[in-house]
């Protein structure tokens, strides 16, 4: 019996936090220099707080194109 898995279609906007994280040694907080998804943030950090709006990218699929 062939079963048929549903096709997931990748994310066409990627919303991306500045955040800060506590360091591990010695309890500050750090803020990065880097945006990222809020569920890698979540994996990577054990204390951590987001610090403004997301920045909001489009996913086209498309490469960069210098005549565009």
Known sequence: ML???PVLSPPTVLLLYPF??????TGRWVRT???????IIEQRYARWEITAEPEVRRV???GFSPWR
Do not use: I, K, P, V
């Not at 800060?20 to 040694?25: E, I, K, T, W």
């Open 33 to 39: 220099r880097y945006r990222a998804e809020r569920h």
């Open 3 to 5: 079963y048929l898995l």
């Open 60 to 62: 086209d699929g498309g």
């Open 20 to 25: 800060r994280f506590a360091d591990s040694l």
